[in-house]
């Protein structure tokens, strides 16, 4: 987006708007290729679901939303077909102040909250900058694979692999802003927007009613750029170019002196930059001359910036043909204009083909990818802001292992280069905490866990024999994966030899199978000799006791990490500025009370898809960003682990259902920290009661619960963390010694003694 041009485009009248409806026939419209962070940034979610940013988690009617609007749209003759960002090129770092800014925001909203101010917090929670481009791009690949609504990821910046796209007929039109024009393209849909009309009902009635989606009042807006070049005098393409850049885009500020008053009128409008542009003729590196004595134009050395910006633009990396990964400028440019030798120096290092291939289709996330290209790992502040020691600690000392085991893996099964490389970990409280190490000082775990290579046959017996006992049971589950490792004679058999011919695994179940066993080991579940650990012994009960879902299963993985971690307790972890904690009965009460709320944080409430409206809780979101940054690490090991299978060919790679196998994987989507909030405010309630074994007043606070908690299933969300919490104690009971003292069973024991009589319902 290039706002200078917006306004002065706008202003001009040349975007054109139309209805809806003419942008194509049902059936056979155009494709149109859909810039992701466009999409969002248009579809102003913050706005729509402001509490996302006091739960966290991804959005509660994000898809309900998302999925209805591609469908309206698409309705009127047309299929969008979305792009996503890749890799970080070095034009677009992301800095550390806009998660500072949006925890510093949080933390106003909670206080204004705490005092009783309910709207007034709602609207500093709105202008927090949560949930984010980035953070809704990852909801949005979810949605979009749930649906079978096609999408990409480009190799670096999107832009360029959409106008290629565009050139290579893939697509017939782009919905995007208007820095595509650096990029090659010509004619722009700037703007979509859905119409919708309600439909009956009386206006007391106005929250109830049903909005019906009109082709005939919606609209979209296009702009092309010829008439762009006429209205401008004319201009050259290049000089136009040029003047984006002046004018600033995403990867590049404004030209300081267009900035300062004393040279410019404010604010500067884009005619502006054509005439001090025209003033060089036209030439960028003349303008920088005439003003080099302008001290902040040469501290902020923006001509270099400039010159950069411009070779990693004309030069971006593609993908072409599905395989082939090279600068755009490959193909069709004289030799004289093809990138420069040192592109890597603007852009960033070339992976291998392969591993770009699985980003691009979404099988991958972009995290330990860029912490491999990049040299960096940066952790950002959580919603709560991260001031607890413990928070700070986790992030920087317990997972740190996690991380090495991830990058790890891939490292060692990629160019050499890659495992000299150092990796500097830098955290948003200072960079006095940095932590470097070299990949070259790990240990790859690869060789360990290629005894994996389990076929479909061996795991179709297996769950034949487990049938009769759980006929929930199926392959490619936690469930699965736990309960037929309690078979020493099966254990034995899924232990294989280094093949000497190519026979990978092909069915998606055996893949996923294997990866989870492979993460499973990693993790200390299970020994080199895929037999049950004391852990996994202790996470194959819990489930067990559990609904075979796969929200279930990782709520009782989560739990078990949380406990091989000292944070499943009810030890203080955060200071008293942390609002939210149980303030009813005794000290015990309010220590149990929060001990069965924080391992509801691994849970999922049941809440309908619509913007949340209930009490809040700072305490507990912050307990939720240990649940969030844990969850992070943990798919990173599986995508890890997958990625390696494709790589060292223990999978079949020529297939069509990456993404499947992707997303049969855990941790792929995160909740919201309201079944944490909704058990805290319901136990904490029953703390004021005087006969705990008066059913009728249980009744009574439920009723009380149900009506702050508007739209949730408070019952049946209160019955399932209850069922979590049995799941995890039966567990814990049974488990050997070495895994939990006696003294930290006897605590579990009391709790559940306190929390017995709170379940009358």
């Not at 609209?219 to 006429?230: G, H, Q, R, V």
Request: charged letters at 25%; a negative charge; aromatic letters at 10%.
């Amino acid at each position: 987006m290039v706002p200078v041009f917006d306004s002065w485009a706008a202003a001009a009248q040349l975007p054109v708007t139309q209805s809806l409806k003419d942008i194509g026939e049902p059936g056979s419209g155009p494709v149109i290729g859909v810039d992701a962070n466009h999409y969002l940034e248009e579809l102003r979610y913050p706005a729509k679901e402001p509490l996302v940013a006091a739960l966290g988690g991804f959005p509660l009617a994000f898809e309900t939303l998302v999925t209805r609007g591609v469908r309206d749209i698409e309705s009127c003759g047309c299929k969008l077909y979305f792009f996503f960002d890749g890799l970080d090129s070095g034009l677009n770092e992301t800095p550390f102040t806009a998660s500072v800014h949006a925890a510093s925001v949080n933390a106003r909203a909670f206080s204004v909250y705490e005092m009783g101010n309910a709207s007034g917090a709602i609207d500093h929670f709105k202008h927090s900058g949560f949930p984010d481009v980035a953070w809704l791009c990852a909801a949005l690949k979810v949605v979009l694979a749930k649906q079978k609504i096609p999408f990409v990821v480009a190799p670096f910046n999107t832009h360029a692999q959409m106008v290629h796209h565009l050139q290579e007929g893939a697509i017939d039109a782009i919905y995007g802003p208007s820095d595509l024009f650096l990029f090659g393209a010509t004619k722009l849909i700037t703007k979509i927007v859905p119409f919708y009309e309600p439909q009956g009902g009386k206006e007391e009635e106005k929250a109830k009613k049903k909005f019906e989606f009109s082709p005939d009042q919606s609209t979209f807006t296009w702009l092309e750029l010829e008439p762009c070049l006429k209205m401008l005098g004319d201009i050259s393409h290049d000089v136009f170019v040029d003047a984006l850049y002046l004018a600033g885009i995403p990867q590049l500020e404004a030209f300081p002196p267009l900035t300062d008053p004393l040279s410019c009128q404010q604010p500067f409008t884009f005619r502006n930059v054509i005439e001090l542009l025209s003033s060089s003729n036209g030439n960028v590196i003349r303008l920088c001359d005439q003003h080099v004595h302008d001290a902040r134009l040469t501290k902020s050395g923006w001509q270099d910036r400039y010159m950069r910006a411009v070779q990693a633009i004309r030069h971006m990396i593609v993908l072409f043909h599905h395989d082939i990964v090279k600068p755009r400028t490959y193909q069709n440019e004289p030799r004289s204009n093809r990138a420069p030798s040192d592109l890597h120096e603007l852009i960033g290092l070339a992976l291998p083909e392969e591993l770009q291939y699985l980003l691009y289709r979404g099988v991958l996330s972009r995290r330990v990818l860029n912490w491999l290209m990049t040299g960096k790992i940066k952790i950002f502040a959580p919603l709560s802001g991260g001031d607890s020691e413990r928070y700070r600690k986790l992030v920087k000392e317990d997972l740190q292992p996690f991380r090495k085991q991830s990058l790890a893996l891939l490292a060692y099964s990629i160019n050499r280069y890659f495992q000299q490389k150092e990796i500097t970990t830098s955290f948003w409280f200072g960079t006095e905490h940095e932590d470097k190490f070299n990949i070259k000082d790990l240990t790859s775990p690869k060789r360990s866990l290629a005894s994996w290579r389990v076929r479909e046959s061996l795991l179709s017996e297996r769950l034949e024999t487990i049938k009769p006992r759980n006929k929930d049971s199926k392959l490619g589950s936690l469930y699965f994966a736990l309960e037929a490792l309690e078979d020493e004679k099966f254990c034995a058999r899924t232990v294989s030899s280094k093949q000497s011919t190519y026979d990978p695994l092909n069915s998606a179940e055996e893949i996923v199978c294997n990866v989870l066993w492979r993460f499973l080991q990693l993790r200390g579940y299970v020994n080199e000799k895929h037999q049950l650990t004391g852990w996994g012994d202790l996470l194959s009960k819990i489930l067990k006791k559990l609904d075979s879902t796969p929200d279930q299963a990782e709520a009782a993985l989560l739990a078990v990490e949380l406990l091989r971690l000292g944070l499943l307790t009810s030890d203080a972890l955060f200071s008293k500025d942390f609002g939210g904690g149980a303030v009813h009965g005794t000290d015990i009460d309010r220590k149990n009370c929060l001990f069965v709320s924080r391992l509801a944080c691994t849970g999922k409430m049941l809440h309908p898809a619509k913007g949340y409206s209930g009490p809040l809780s700072r305490h507990i979101l912050g307990y939720h960003a240990l649940v969030t940054e844990l969850r992070l690490c943990l798919r990173d090991l599986l995508e890890m682990n997958l990625a390696v299978m494709f790589l060292e060919a223990d999978a079949e790679r020529i297939r069509e259902d990456q993404l499947e196998i992707s997303a049969a994987l855990p941790f792929q989507e995160h909740h919201s920290a309201g079944l944490g909030v909704l058990t805290k405010i319901y136990l904490d309630e029953l703390s004021t009661l005087d006969q705990l074994s008066d059913q009728s007043e249980q009744q009574k606070t439920m009723s009380r619960a149900e009506g702050w908690l508007v739209h949730t299933d408070v019952a049946g969300s209160f019955k399932q963390a209850c069922g979590l919490w049995d799941a995890v104690y039966e567990g814990i009971k049974t488990s050997e010694p070495s895994i939990l003292s006696k003294e930290d069973k006897e605590t579990w024991s009391k709790v559940d003694d306190w929390l017995s009589p709170r379940r009358l319902l």
